[in-house]
């Protein structure tokens, strides 16, 4: 059997899903700490998965309108999971 390194391969995603968390974060004080993570999960969820092994294996082949759909997608799904990470905490308060 050869041997196999998958220890690079990772979601496109997740490190724009993270700094895109990190930027918005101001704009939701209510969401801090763990739920900065919950946050970036529910993004996640709502995006593609775009498995590569170097960033430049998906940047490289794709055309600007995929680019910039991308950055679309990824705005959107994160802004989603801020109101719903925030909605979420909200009605476990209450309850």
Same mark, same amino acid.
Request: hydrophobic letters at 45%; glycine letters at 2%; a negative charge.
């Given at each position: $059997? @050869? ?10 995603? #997740?490190?724009? *899903? ?12 209510? *969401?801090?700490?763990? $739920? =900065? ?8 969820? @709502? =995006?593609?998965?775009? /498995? ?8 490289? /082949?794709?055309? #600007? ?12 799904? *994160?802004?989603?999971?801020? #109101? ?12």
């Amino acid at each position: $059997m @050869r041997d196999a390194d998958f220890t690079n391969i990772h979601n496109y995603f #997740e490190r724009p *899903v993270f700094e895109a968390v990190m930027q918005m974060a101001p704009r939701y004080p209510q *969401v801090r700490g763990d $739920m =900065l993570a919950d946050v970036a999960c529910v993004a996640l969820n @709502r =995006l593609p998965s775009r /498995y590569i092994r170097h960033e430049v294996d998906l940047v490289f /082949y794709l055309t #600007e309108k995929e680019r910039a759909e991308n950055e679309r997608a990824l705005a959107e799904a *994160v802004t989603h999971a801020f #109101e719903f990470v925030q909605a979420r905490n909200a009605m476990r308060a209450r309850g």
